[in-house]
């Protein structure tokens, strides 16, 4: 079976190739708002398996990711910022503070319709940071279409006290380990079944 990442995510692609398998990508054009009463963590896997479902019917025969990510800082659902303003609005207020970023993945065998998802937590303690740091930060970066205004895997390491999860790979986006996991499941093994 082929596999079919329900993205165009540059760093869900990036994520992706560390597995060395083949795959291709094609784009979940989907409403992504949330539902009345729905927990962050039931948006996240809700998403991602909609995203999942979105691409299936041009790919019948094929393991299909879906994945979504977000956050709460303050009651308050933190989204890609777009602008540097909103960038810092974030980051002024994560200064110091705790956030839990929620991963939701989902694997679909569009062939016969199961799913397999999860919602897969990583938790990021920010230092305290001054408006100095917070925009030197976003001009050298520029991290405006990031969920929380940073890139870990970039400079962004620098706003960081700690991380804390099982899996860091699910903070840039895609959990890999529990990806791991939904792949063998299906009988796709990434390093064999010897």
Do not use: W
């Amino acid at each position: 079976m082929k596999l079919v990442l329900a993205s165009t995510s540059p760093f869900r692609k990036a994520l992706l190739e560390r597995l060395q398998v083949a795959y291709t990508c094609d784009s979940a054009d989907i409403n992504e708002s949330p539902l009345a009463g729905e927990t962050i963590e039931q948006m996240v896997t809700r998403l991602a398996c909609e995203k999942a479902r979105a691409v299936a019917d041009r790919h019948p025969d094929a393991l299909i990711i879906g994945s979504d990510q977000s956050a709460v800082l303050d009651g308050e659902i933190l989204t890609k910022p777009g602008t540097f303003d909103n960038a810092v609005r974030q980051l002024r207020n994560a200064s110091g503070k705790r956030i839990v970023f929620h991963t939701g993945l989902c694997l679909l065998n569009s062939a016969t319709g199961e799913k397999q998802s999860a919602c897969v937590p990583y938790t990021v303690e920010f230092r305290e940071l001054t408006d100095a740091m917070i925009e030197r930060y976003l001009e050298k970066e520029e991290p405006y279409n990031c969920a929380g205004s940073f890139k870990s895997e970039g400079l962004g390491i620098t706003l960081f006290k700690r991380f804390e999860g099982e899996d860091p790979n699910a903070l840039i986006g895609l959990p890999l380990i529990k990806l791991t996991e939904f792949l063998e499941n299906e009988g796709l093994s990434i390093l064999g079944n010897e």
